[in-house]
């Protein structure tokens, strides 16, 4: 009997995998948690006050400022693990055909592995783009409802919501878009910013389009403009887009996930989640080494597979592996993803509401 080779390593299963997801959701294609690789399954984050001041000046050749360390509160995060297991048994090939480029072709391991693998990957980006939807709302939870971390509470801050009364004529929308911009700006605590994006639900979208104050605005506006935007046109997947007064942009989200009770939408109706856009720090998705002997405290690889620009903007790490199961009767397939999404300061996530202020 002819021994069977399997003739795929994991390093290059592994590679293949990490070049399905080329979109995984709005969130993850607008980047706006960069991958960060740390060889540790731990993230630890420094919280540092008074850090930054603005400089006096001196005479050359006086000595310099002295740094001012601030008082630093050190904030540690244990990094999820999320493995997926499949396999390829002879029986799921045996007497199968399937059509190639027209052409009616017998299954083979080589095929259905691709299949295996695009599906995998579609389940690693999806579970990304949720865990990625729930940091900007501050609360981290997975696709179980386990909370992994409420980042209110880890960093000793209070949610904050701005309400926008869009059901009211006579609501004021373009004090409650300040209130909003400004209410981020005062707690970046010393971050630059180059805007305010808000993704908001279908509901809330409509109502803030057709409310007597801005609809003209909207009407107004050069839409395809607003969407050629470098940061939009990347992304390429963005709802409707509106941006009435040059500070904030709303963009809809109709994003959805499935999850142990059901579906679930991204955005609850009539909310909305507001964030910084341009800062350097206080994003990032941090990407731990899989639970193996070869990536042992060691950095995850990371490759940019969709805009060359080393973004890794829709990269994820994902290890997949295979092992041949007894008597040659198929394949076990083994993947998994470890990564955790993190806003440094919660303080600038900022929820929004339709709704009138109940205080």
């Known amino acids: 009997m002819t021994k069977f080779n399997f003739p795929f390593s994991a390093r290059s299963m592994t590679m293949e995998v990490r070049k399905h997801p080329k979109r995984g959701g709005l969130v993850s294609a607008l980047n706006i948690f960069p991958l960060e690789p740390i060889d540790s399954t731990f993230v630890q984050v420094t919280e540092d006050n008074g850090v930054l001041q603005v400089l006096g000046a001196k005479e050359r050749g006086a000595p310099g400022q002295k740094s001012d360390t601030g008082k630093q509160n050190l904030k540690i995060f244990k990094v999820p693990h999320f493995p997926v297991e499949d396999q390829i048994l002879a029986s799921d090939l045996q007497d199968r055909t399937i059509v190639v480029e027209g052409k009616e072709v ?202 060359g620009d080393d973004a890794g903007r829709f990269a994820l790490p994902i290890f997949m592996s295979a092992e041949l199961m007894k008597h040659g009767k198929g394949v076990e397939l083994w993947s998994e993803s470890n990564f955790l999404p993190l806003c440094k300061q919660p303080k600038v996530l900022v929820k929004v509401s339709a709704s009138a202020d109940p205080g």
């Open 106 to 307: 017998r299954a083979n391991l080589p095929m259905e592995l691709a299949k295996k693998q695009r599906t995998i990957a579609r389940k690693h980006a999806i579970t990304a783009e949720y865990l990625r939807v729930q940091a900007l709302k501050g609360i981290i939870k997975d696709g179980d409802g386990t909370t992994l971390s409420n980042l209110f509470t880890d960093f000793g801050v209070s949610p904050h919501t701005v309400y926008f009364d869009l059901s009211n004529e006579n609501a004021d929308i373009r004090g409650a878009d300040e209130a909003l911009r400004g209410y981020i700006e005062d707690n970046l605590l010393g971050e630059m910013l180059d805007g305010v994006e808000v993704q908001v639900s279908p509901e809330f979208f409509g109502s803030l389009a057709e409310h007597p104050k801005v609809a003209k605005l909207y009407e107004a506006q050069d839409k395809r403009e607003l969407r050629d935007l470098p940061r939009y046109r990347d992304a390429g997947q963005t709802g409707r887009m509106f941006n009435p007064f040059g500070t904030v942009t709303y963009i809809e989200n109709r994003g959805s996930a499935p999850v142990r009770g059901g579906i679930e939408r991204f955005i609850a109706a009539g909310e909305g989640h507001a964030y910084p856009v341009g800062t350097t720090e206080t994003f990032a998705t941090f990407a731990a080494p899989a639970d193996t002997l070869s990536e042992l405290n060691d950095l995850p690889s990371i490759i940019d597979m969709d805009l």
